[in-house]
């Protein structure tokens, strides 16, 4: 199973921005990054995904490198709200399609 | 509104109880998932369906068992062959199963506690 590598946890101030990184050195061509956040005692939710290009959305912006060997993904205002679990997972064919969940980065925001 | 519920939120099983965890929804999702999560730790994929009257093992399947009788429904049981089995349960379901693309993003519910007395 591809594995990815991610800090177990950050701080940020609030209205700051926040660089989260991922090292997914054993991706696949066809491997897909996804990100997902969990909030305290709730389920996950779907933040961002991309293949090779860098993606913007409305919640976040991935900056994946050229090799797609690392991903970080960017808040760029950091709210007391995002303070949650962030996980960086591959999703493709290697992995049957599965999500497989690591640790993920324990992101706390200060006032 | 569209969404995944899960009930109840908390759960309390007795020794050798089965208990059953409902997962419903209402978005038309054909692929449905449950995992579990203990304290600390990332998701693990119990059972997953792609379409009704199918479903397949996952990585920790032993002591739990699913049925997929209807789209929208995706119940799971926690048998007393499961011996540790306090844990948070979380059920997900996407379009179309991730088998086919990279790209299917997954919904999740708000998941059930369970606790064994």
């Known amino acids: 199973d591809a594995k990815t590598t991610q800090p177990n946890s950050m701080e940020s101030n609030e209205e700051e921005p926040v660089h989260l990184p991922c090292n997914h050195s054993?991706?696949?061509?066809?491997?897909?990054i996804h990100w997902y956040r969990q909030l305290p005692s709730q389920g996950p939710e779907y933040v961002i995904h991309?293949?090779?290009s860098n993606v913007n959305n409305r919640m976040a912006s991935l900056a994946i490198a050229e090799d797609r060997k690392s991903s970080t993904l960017i808040l760029h205002r950091a709210t007391l709200r995002d303070a949650a679990v962030y996980y960086c997972?591959?999703?493709?064919?290697?992995?049957?399609?599965?999500?497989?969940f690591g640790q993920g980065t324990e992101l706390s925001v200060k006032p | 509104d569209g969404g995944i519920t899960q009930s109840p939120k908390y759960l309390f099983r007795k020794e050798g109880q089965n208990v059953t965890l409902s997962c419903e929804q209402n978005?038309?999702?054909?692929?449905m998932y449950w995992y579990r999560q203990d304290p600390g730790q990332g998701l693990r994929l119990i059972y997953y369906?792609?379409?009704?009257?199918?479903?397949q093992k996952g990585d920790i399947a032993e002591g739990y068992s699913v049925s997929r009788e209807k789209k929208e429904s995706f119940p799971l049981t926690v048998t007393s062959a499961q011996k540790n089995p306090t844990a948070f349960y979380l059920c997900?379901?996407?379009?179309?199963?991730?088998?086919?693309?990279?790209?299917?993003?997954?919904?999740f519910g708000p998941g059930t506690r369970l606790l064994v007395l």
């Open positions: 997972i591959l999703i493709g064919y290697n992995q049957g399609g599965k999500l497989i």
């Open positions: 054993t991706i696949s061509g066809t491997d897909y």
């Open positions: 997900a379901s996407s379009i179309d199963p991730i088998l086919t693309s990279g790209q299917e993003t997954q919904y």
């Open positions: 991309g293949l090779t």
């Open positions: 369906s792609q379409i009704v009257n199918d479903f």
């Open positions: 978005l038309n999702h054909d692929a």
